[in-house]
């Protein structure tokens, strides 16, 4: 468990590099976003498709996309840890501190001490450290930090259908895991209080 809680606080403060800007480089190609539509074939799913409402693709770099993309993976693999997480505590599960947290996720964040805070942090900036140093290798895909494109690559329709599938489960657990965490401060339902009539 206490090592779940690790990774699950590593993997939210490794989604903060995604606010980090680029390096900016005089080699980038600019490109509108059909050009980054015609050229990925990942994350782009039924029934939405391409989906950019606001227009955020528009003039964007291939680059920039690049990093849209990898964020997005970040978050959405933060968020489906935040909700395996949260009904992990909302069980009552804290062998690392002998059950001695609220089973109320926030109210257990709010509980653990400062040393827990602190090997939360560095653990996390281990985590995104690496991240970072995977990310200078040679042939690096976005969101790879596994190496699989050194395996597979997007002609396989098996691997296209895998990334696609966890695109779109993170984008949901995004949405859930803000859901979650509104229904808990709006009402103080946490765990399996969610699911009661």
Not at 79 to 92: D, E, H, P, R, S
Not at 148 to 156: C, G, K
Not at 182 to 197: E, K, P, V
Request: with cysteine.
């Amino acid at each position: 468990m206490k090592l779940l809680s690790l990774l699950l606080a590593s993997a939210l403060v490794a989604s903060a590099s995604a606010f980090v800007p680029a390096s900016t480089g005089s080699s980038r190609r600019v490109t509108s976003a059909p050009a980054f539509r015609d050229d990925v074939v990942v994350g782009i799913t039924a029934p939405m498709g391409f989906f950019d409402p606001l227009g955020l693709s528009v003039g964007k770099s291939d680059e920039m996309m690049e990093n849209y993309r990898e964020a997005e993976l970040k978050h959405g693999r933060v968020a489906m840890a935040a909700c395996l997480g949260w009904y992990i505590t909302a069980a009552g599960v804290h062998p690392a501190f002998n059950s001695a947290l609220s089973s109320n996720p926030l109210e257990a964040a709010q509980q653990l001490n400062p040393v827990g805070w602190v090997q939360f942090v560095l653990g996390c900036g281990a985590i995104e450290f690496l991240a970072q140093k995977i990310k200078e290798r040679p042939g690096y895909i976005p969101g790879d930090l596994l190496g699989a494109a050194y395996w597979v690559d997007n002609s396989d329709d098996g691997w296209v259908d895998y990334q696609n599938k966890e695109i779109n489960n993170g984008r949901l657990a995004m949405v859930a895991i803000m859901g979650i965490i509104t229904q808990d401060l709006l009402y103080g339902n946490y765990g399996d209080s969610i699911f009661r009539g």
